[in-house]
Antibody, heavy 113, light 107 residues
């Protein structure tokens, strides 16, 4: 079991790029066979899977966001990251980094000018 | 995308009651289904994986069953600390998709 912690700006302007980082502790991001995912949840709504990166570096994205999403990993820092470009108010949500078992506490990102 | 539906969307039950939530997939997902519990302001917590396996440390009053397209999640004796929203999640096909959730509270 690992611990995950999201970090990044809580406010992003429309049309800009949302950037978040997930720091993994209690284990190496490059060991084992894990998918490291990003999931988001607008206030009062359900969960939406954004995408994931495997320990090998291969990625999968939700087709609904694929044109705007990049997930990357920095094994030297034991972190993986999310970039979501051209954001609008519809991207306002709590963003979680997660494995199937372990989730971060979530971070609220608001898109507003 | 595989669509996941859950019923009911919300329920109220008394402490000690048996609570059942159903989840249906729009196509066969074998047993590639997880159940999560989410309390207000908290991240989801995995309770059941692969449709019927209890995650380590999760109380045995929680259980899951089903395969293919139809799944059931049961709380055998509802406790006050079980007040939460419960989500099913399929991971048979990408994109991973979640059900809309079932909100459980105490009557």
């Amino acid at each position: 079991q690992v611990q995950l912690q999201e970090s990044g700006p809580g406010l992003v302007k429309p049309s800009q790029t949302l950037s978040l980082t997930c720091t993994v502790s209690g284990g190496s991001i490059s060991s084992g066979s894990y998918y490291w995912s990003w999931i988001r949840q607008p206030a009062g709504k359900g969960l939406e899977w954004i995408g994931r990166i495997y320990t090998s570096g291969s990625t999968n994205y939700n087709p609904s966001l694929k044109s705007r999403v990049t997930i990357s990993v920095d094994t030297s820092k034991n972190q993986f990251s999310l970039k979501l470009s051209s954001v609008t108010a519809a991207d306002t949500a709590v963003y979680y980094c997660a494995t199937i078992l372990d989730w971060g506490q979530g971070t609220l990102v608001t898109v507003s000018s | 995308d595989i669509q996941m539906t859950q019923s009911p969307s919300s329920l109220s039950a008394s402490v000690g009651d048996r609570v059942t939530i159903t989840c249906q997939a729009s196509q066969d997902i074998s047993n590639y289904l997880n159940w999560y519990q989410q309390k207000p302001g908290k991240a989801p917590k995995l309770l059941i994986y692969d449709a019927s396996n209890l995650e380590t440390g999760v109380p045995s009053r929680f259980s899951g069953s089903g395969s293919g397209t139809d799944f059931t999640f049961t709380i055998s004796s509802l406790q006050p600390e079980d007040i939460a929203t419960y989500y099913c999640q399929q991971y048979d096909n990408l994109p991973i998709t979640f059900g809309p959730g079932t909100k459980v509270d105490i009557k």
